[in-house]
């Protein structure tokens, strides 16, 4: 069964395009491999039933993202929801300086989620709480920025690009066009290509590079690039979910390989230890069909999942 990557639409949750894949592809059984916030778009990873099984090994791949930051506002969501609850004044902006301070944000870090987030402490959604008018104390996670580089500063988002290279996602006159939610006003803001793990806030990130600055803001838009081994150029539409061919689970699987005899298949699949040097997670395929995926330790390989 496929793994099919979408692009999510501007304004449907997560949730809303699963549900629309179960009836598009007639299944209860669809999963996805990291949530999108209503206002951006992107790559979203669907597991279509027995697929679903991988959703575990491909929760934790890296993402790329474009990110239009916009200062001098700031929202309770951290993003283009709004309402602005804080202003203020933006200082003049050097490009070559901004590239550095986004240079100190990579590498591995702590990072506050937003209270409008998933994560629950207690049993409680954290974005039910602040729909609530609460907040949680909500403890800072690590994560890791692999980069962030700075396309473009900008009066505002309207004033910023939205179609970009395919390619390079860069900026072009011709190519891929974004449709961003619209703008809380008219604020400086700043274009930047984002490489990240997994757990990483887009949002939260966009807070922290305006404190940075002195000065608070908000994510004007978000575009989710890459998923994983899935770009966006080879995502579907959700219109056309019924007939996606998607992906086998074992191309989905960014993991070395290794080819097994029938002894080796078999012990794995009855939860054995066989002997072998591989060292650290792989995928084992009999005659081109998936296995198991497997931590080895050197020694012997040790089963994470089966399949049948």
């Given at each position: 069964m496929p793994v099919i990557a979408v692009d999510k639409p501007l304004n449907l949750t997560s949730?809303?395009?699963?549900?629309?894949?179960?009836?598009?592809?007639?299944?209860?059984?669809v999963g996805h491999t990291g949530t999108l916030d209503p206002l951006a778009t992107g790559v979203l990873v669907l597991c279509v039933d027995d697929s679903t099984k991988v959703v575990q090994f491909m929760e934790a791949d890296s993402k790329d993202y474009l990110a239009w930051i916009s200062l001098g506002a700031g929202?309770?969501?951290?993003?283009?929801?709004?309402?602005?609850?804080?202003?203020?004044?933006?200082?003049?902006?050097?490009?070559?300086?901004?590239?550095?301070?986004?240079?100190?944000?990579?590498?591995?870090?702590?990072?506050?989620?937003?209270?409008?987030?998933a994560?629950?402490?207690?049993?409680?959604?954290?974005?039910?709480?602040?729909?609530?008018?609460?907040?949680?104390?909500?403890?800072?996670?690590?994560?890791?920025?692999h980069s962030l580089d700075l396309l473009g500063v900008y009066p505002g988002v309207d004033a910023a690009p939205r179609t970009f290279d395919?390619?390079?996602?860069?900026?072009?006159?011709?190519?891929?066009?974004?449709?961003?939610?619209?703008?809380?006003?008219?604020?400086?803001?700043?274009?930047?290509?984002?490489?990240?793990?997994?757990?990483?806030?887009?949002?939260?990130l966009a807070r922290d590079v305006g404190a940075a600055?002195?000065?608070?803001?908000?994510?004007?838009?978000?575009?989710?690039?890459?998923?994983?081994?899935?770009?966006?150029?080879?995502a579907v539409a959700v219109e056309d979910l019924p007939g996606a061919t998607g992906i086998p689970d074992l191309a989905a699987l960014d993991f070395p390989?290794?080819?097994?005899?029938?002894?080796?298949?078999?012990?794995?699949?009855?939860?054995?230890?066989?002997?072998?040097p591989a060292q650290g997670r792989h995928v084992v395929t009999l005659n081109g069909e998936l296995v198991a995926v497997v931590d080895g330790s050197g020694e012997q390989l040790k089963v994470v999942r089966a399949w049948a």
């Amino acid at each position: 069964m496929p793994v099919i990557a979408v692009d999510k639409p501007l304004n449907l949750t997560s949730h809303d395009v699963v549900n629309r894949a179960r009836r598009a592809r007639g299944t209860k059984r669809v999963g996805h491999t990291g949530t999108l916030d209503p206002l951006a778009t992107g790559v979203l990873v669907l597991c279509v039933d027995d697929s679903t099984k991988v959703v575990q090994f491909m929760e934790a791949d890296s993402k790329d993202y474009l990110a239009w930051i916009s200062l001098g506002a700031g929202t309770p969501t951290l993003d283009a929801e709004g309402p602005v609850e804080e202003t203020g004044d933006v200082p003049p902006l050097d490009p070559a300086q901004v590239q550095t301070l986004l240079r100190s944000f990579t590498g591995p870090q702590a990072q506050v989620p937003p209270q409008y987030s998933a994560i629950q402490v207690g049993g409680q959604r954290a974005y039910a709480v602040a729909r609530a008018g609460g907040a949680l104390d909500l403890p800072a996670r690590n994560v890791t920025i692999h980069s962030l580089d700075l396309l473009g500063v900008y009066p505002g988002v309207d004033a910023a690009p939205r179609t970009f290279d395919p390619q390079s996602w860069t900026p072009a006159d011709t190519g891929h066009t974004f449709t961003l939610p619209p703008a809380l006003g008219e604020y400086p803001t700043l274009l930047v290509r984002a490489s990240v793990g997994s757990g990483t806030y887009l949002r939260s990130l966009a807070r922290d590079v305006g404190a940075a600055l002195g000065v608070p803001a908000h994510l004007g838009g978000l575009v989710r690039t890459r998923v994983g081994r899935y770009d966006l150029r080879d995502a579907v539409a959700v219109e056309d979910l019924p007939g996606a061919t998607g992906i086998p689970d074992l191309a989905a699987l960014d993991f070395p390989v290794i080819e097994a005899d029938e002894r080796m298949a078999r012990e794995l699949r009855q939860g054995k230890r066989p002997a072998h040097p591989a060292q650290g997670r792989h995928v084992v395929t009999l005659n081109g069909e998936l296995v198991a995926v497997v931590d080895g330790s050197g020694e012997q390989l040790k089963v994470v999942r089966a399949w049948a």
